[in-house]
C-alpha cells in the first residue's frame, strides 16, 4: 500500500472506529466480534487475511455514515494486497 493511502486510512479509522462504536446495530457488532475471533483462530494465512480485511471493514459500515461506506470501498482493493504475513506470524508467536 502506498504511504498516501496509509496515511489516509491512520486519519480516518479512527473516526470511523468511534462512529461505530457509537452506531453499530447488534448485528454489525456481532460481524466485527466475528471478525476479530476469526483472526484469532485462523490458521492459514489465507484464513487470517480474509478475516483481517473483514474486520477492518466492518466499522465502516457499522459507522452508518454513507459517505465513509464509500471511501472504505476505494480503500478496500489496496489494502486487500497488503502483505500480512507479517501480522500473522507475530499472532502464531503470540499465541493467537
Same mark, same amino acid.
Given at each position: 500500500?502506498?504511504? +498516501?493511502?496509509?496515511?489516509?486510512? @491512520?486519519?480516518?479509522? +479512527?473516526? #470511523?472506529?468511534?462512529?461505530?462504536?457509537? @452506531?453499530?446495530?447488534?448485528?454489525?457488532?456481532? /460481524?466485527?466480534? *466475528? $471478525?476479530? @475471533?476469526?483472526?484469532?483462530? $485462523? *490458521?492459514?494465512?489465507?484464513? !487470517?487475511?480474509? $478475516?483481517? =480485511?473483514? !474486520?477492518?471493514?466492518? +466499522?465502516? #459500515? $457499522?459507522?452508518?455514515?454513507?459517505?465513509?461506506? &464509500? =471511501?472504505?470501498? #476505494? =480503500? *478496500?482493493?489496496? /489494502?486487500?494486497? /497488503? +502483505? @500480512?504475513?507479517?501480522? !500473522?506470524?507475530?499472532?502464531? &508467536?503470540?499465541?493467537?
Amino acid at each position: 500500500m502506498s504511504l +498516501p493511502l496509509m496515511e489516509l486510512r @491512520r486519519a480516518i479509522e +479512527p473516526a #470511523v472506529a468511534e462512529l461505530a462504536a457509537l @452506531r453499530a446495530e447488534d448485528h454489525e457488532i456481532l /460481524v466485527i466480534t *466475528d $471478525a476479530f @475471533r476469526a483472526m484469532e483462530k $485462523a *490458521d492459514t494465512l489465507q484464513s !487470517f487475511s480474509e $478475516a483481517d =480485511l473483514a !474486520f477492518h471493514r466492518s +466499522p465502516f #459500515v $457499522a459507522s452508518g455514515n454513507p459517505v465513509f461506506m &464509500q =471511501l472504505e470501498v #476505494v =480503500l *478496500d482493493p489496496p /489494502v486487500a494486497n /497488503v +502483505p @500480512r504475513q507479517s501480522a !500473522f506470524c507475530s499472532a502464531r &508467536q503470540d499465541g493467537r
